[in-house]
């Protein structure tokens, strides 16, 4: 058994043990500052577990500060996470932390099985790749641990869930994308996807789990009690309420999704450190109108990406990473009140794009397409200043408070689009054609 360890521990490479060193950093400042938004969730399902009404009631976040929040999540949430409300808040804090780090991991191996990544890159170079994700990624990864929030769940069970439709295991598909479904409604996106890319079975799956998950916390109601509940929770999620739309920005400037960007930049509603940031001042029902409208166009953007006619079959792993990578933008963008940490959702397309480059230089490919080559190169650069760049560890916090006055995240995250648009997936078949066919891109 000792053997067995010491060969898993070598396998483990440096760069994981990176990545581990970081997470258990923030896993001790988190534990002793609080559990963030977990206390929530881990007060919801004590309550829910007593059978009480678990929406509309305060939640102590932070003891230290007296800081309440609600619960906004799903009864199906609150019931899954019944075996963490029988534990102390902290142990139980501890537990969901390592557990969001494992899947952090694998979301890591997903994303190099989509891309190929072993049959790319040398072990050098997948360093420097694993290198720059996470130069891309590591302000929001941190975000979720220092919150203990449940995004990094939500982006995996997209990616796993693709991985099990393209292997035609329906059942596991549709389990995990309607579990994530059901916590969160987020990755909702992923739904119309299945059935768009002909994986019928598994989107008829994913329905079927669906009514199944938002039935199996009755057994603790009775029926009436419950329907109220779930009467309670499509209130809180609305997403016409004042508090996601006109009132994003009243009490501070954490909100980085279309709702908190629409509002900021079309009325006058908000002013802060004595300066203006609205384009036009528009009244609060045409405010409306633009966020709904701008949430439509991120939608329809879509299609750009799809490129095909609805209901075709593609069995090219990189040309469904690069869709769902955009997928995972729009995520973040289109639903309502989506914090800092809701941008780990870019994790996907920054590894994507990073990925292209990297081929791009290492197959000679940018010798040929220089104005592609630098292009994408300096967007990619400008992304990386609004979105990382602008953390208060970086330009300190004066400057990052005008950058949240200014939702330099969100500007970021819409210019990444263009970028990983650039990184056509038909520009990597071309590369992948050049590279030497006696290469031996041997990676641990």
Known sequence: MAASFSKILHKFSKVRWLLVVLVLVYFIRVLVLGAGDFAVYWGASKAL????????????????????????????????????????????????????????????DLIIVF??????????????????????????????????????????????????????????????LATVITIKLMPLVMLPYLFWRRYWQAGLATLGFILLFLITPSVLY???????????????????NDDFTIKQNVIAESIHSLSGFIPAFFTNDVTRYEMNRHFVDLDNSTMVMVLNSARLFFIGLTLLFL??????????????????????????????????????LILPACAYVLFSLMMMKKTGFYLENKRLFYTTIALFTIVWLLTTGSTDGIIGRELYKYGQYFKLITWGTMLLIVPLYLCKPYFLNTMKKKLPKTASPHMA
């Open 49 to 108: 577990s007593a059978g009480k009404m678990i929406y509309h009631v305060p939640y102590l976040v932070n003891p230290s500060s007296d800081e309440w929040c609600e619960y906004s999540y799903s009864p199906f949430f609150a019931f899954i996470l019944m075996p963490f409300s029988w534990l102390p808040l902290k142990v139980a804090d501890a537990l969901w932390l390592m557990i969001n780090m494992v899947i952090l991991f694998r979301i890591f």
């Open 115 to 176: 891309l190929d990544i072993k049959k790319s890159f040398t072990r050098k170079e997948y360093r420097w790749w694993v290198f720059g994700t996470l130069l891309f990624s590591t302000r929001f990864i941190l975000y979720n641990f220092d919150l203990s929030q449940a995004t990094i769940i939500m982006l995996y069970g997209s990616l796993e869930s693709l991985r099990f439709a393209i292997k035609r295991q329906w059942a596991w598909a549709g389990a995990l």
């Open 222 to 240: 009775t029926w009436n009690d419950y329907l109220l509940m779930l009467k309670e929770w499509t209130i809180v999620l609305n997403p016409a």
């Open 307 to 344: 490129k095909t006619k609805p209901f075709i079959a593609i069995n090219e792993k990189k040309r469904l990473f690069w869709e769902v990578s955009y997928l995972m933008i729009a995520m973040s963008l289109i639903f309502p009140h989506q914090q800092k940490y809701a941008f780990i």
